[in-house]
């Protein structure tokens, strides 16, 4: 290296009270010295001989203190890319956390599984993952921050370059991957790392006294299950396996700030080369599924009880789907249900619903005497409380009984009877009567009372008490 080759890399301009550090692939490095002493006045630049058929060497030389500036013969298409600070529209002195908000907002808007047959986006999206992975690390941010071409100047004659991206980009110059594809498809529209299965849909018929106390039921239907020869690992227990070059065994991938199950292990750490022959790999059969599901008491028609992780299985690294069992409940001879309320029919003969009496009605935890009031009418209800279904969720943790009473009329009468029945349609012709006279009375009374006001109470009573 010649005694003045440092000055095609600088420009002579006065010294700023910060020196800055570059580095390049065979060019020059400076280091920074952030406080000017005597003891640090020169810099130290490191040449490094790259050229075909000469051994690679290092050179030494000390310079003197010039604020280091880069050119390049290229400059001008540079300078118009953006500063990573630009790319993820952030000031250069934004936080850890700012930085972080806005690669989200970015990230979410040019991902490519929002923005489909979008070439555009996702190189926009390649730019703003770089920048984000470059500025989230203090490390590669603080070198970023010294790097080699500059474009504008900053308050302490620093000067920021927006091509400084490129000496990074080498670095990551690699095409959208599965594992970045996985990864912010999991955090930016959290989509779910493991797979779920699907669902099975079932239907249960319960009989009224089932549904009304609750019973166990066994069912069976088709599913997708575990290969009983693998255990649903798709893979002998022996087979042959090898280190996951990805993760190196981990079986989890981390690229700042995700971690995410690795997708060439499915999460294992190991590469399995062998497969079961029964399941082909996939670790799952059809079959039939066997599964005892507790019913509780006071379902209705309508009801679905979900019974977790019963569905299809989907293999490794996937979760069970869930059964789903829909309700069914029969039609009772006797009993008729509005919610956790039940309805029975009492059925009682013409002298019970005027005399009076006593009868036996089913419930649901067995038969029951009630009274007959005198006098009842045709439908008329009798309520037995917290005699009905169980009602969950309510402070009353049961509905109530309603007995409905049917009378029973005669369709055939001796003379007896009949004479009987006349007599008794007589006298309540003549009750009728006698209560519409009096009737007649009271209302002629209150009439000459409303047309005279000042009747006075003792006319009144002489009125009333004649008749």
Wanted: glycine content about 8%.
């Amino acid at each position: 290296m010649g005694r003045y080759s440092w000055h095609k890399l600088c420009r002579l301009h006065f010294l700023s009270s910060t020196a800055v550090e570059a580095a390049g692939n065979g060019g020059y490095s400076l280091r920074r010295i952030t406080t000017l002493s005597p003891s640090n006045l020169p810099y130290r630049i490191t040449q490094r001989y790259t050229s075909i058929g000469r051994p690679t060497g290092v050179g030494m030389v000390e310079i003197p203190l010039l604020q280091w500036r880069c050119f390049h013969a290229t400059g001008s298409i540079h300078a118009k890319e953006q500063s990573y600070y630009e790319v993820l529209g952030v000031p250069q002195n934004a936080s850890k956390e700012d930085i972080k908000r806005a690669f989200r907002v970015l990230a979410k808007k040019y991902h490519p599984d929002a923005n489909k047959n979008n070439p555009s986006a996702q190189k926009k999206f390649l730019e703003i993952r770089e920048a984000y992975e470059t500025l989230q690390d203090p490390e590669k941010r603080a070198q970023y921050d010294m790097g080699f071409r500059s474009d504008a100047d900053d308050a302490t004659g620093f000067r920021y370059g927006a091509s400084s991206a490129g000496n990074f980009r080498s670095s990551y110059n690699t095409d959208f991957s599965d594992s970045f594809r996985k990864i912010f498809s999991e955090i930016i529209f959290e989509v779910e790392n493991d797979q779920i299965s699907s669902d099975i849909q079932a239907e249960v018929v319960l009989s009224f006294s089932e549904a009304a106390s609750g019973c166990t039921k066994q069912l069976s239907f088709d599913a997708h299950m575990a290969c009983d020869s693998c255990d649903g690992r798709g893979y002998p227990a022996n087979a042959e396996t090898r280190l996951c070059p990805t993760c190196r065994g981990v079986g989890k991938v981390t690229i700042p700030p995700f971690t995410t199950s690795c997708s060439m292990c499915k999460g294992s750490g190991r590469i399995i080369k062998g497969h079961c022959k029964s399941c082909r790999g996939s670790g799952v059969v059809e079959g039939i599924k066997e599964v005892k599901v507790t019913i509780p008491a006071g379902v209705d028609s309508g009801d679905t009880i979900r019974v977790p992780a019963a569905g299809n299985f989907g293999g490794r690294r996937s979760q069970p789907g869930n059964l789903f069992i829909h309700i069914k409940v029969a039609d009772d001879p006797l009993f008729t249900r509005d919610g956790a309320d039940v309805y029975v029919d009492a059925n009682i003969s013409f002298n019970q619903a005027i005399l009076g009496g006593e009868i036996e009605v089913p419930t649901l935890s067995g038969k029951t005497q009630v009274q007959i009031p005198r006098g009842v009418q045709h439908g008329q209800l009798l309520v037995l409380r917290r005699k009905g279904l169980p009602r969950h969720g309510f402070l009353v943790n049961h509905g109530d009984q309603y007995v409905r009473f049917r009378i029973n009329l005669p369709t055939e009468l001796n003379e007896r009877q009949r004479a009987i029945l006349e007599e008794f349609a007589v006298e309540e012709i003549k009750h009728e009567n006698d209560t519409s006279t009096e009737t007649d009375c009271f209302s002629d009374i209150a009439s000459d009372w409303i047309k005279d006001p000042e009747l006075d109470e003792h006319r009144l009573y002489q009125q009333l008490s004649t008749g």
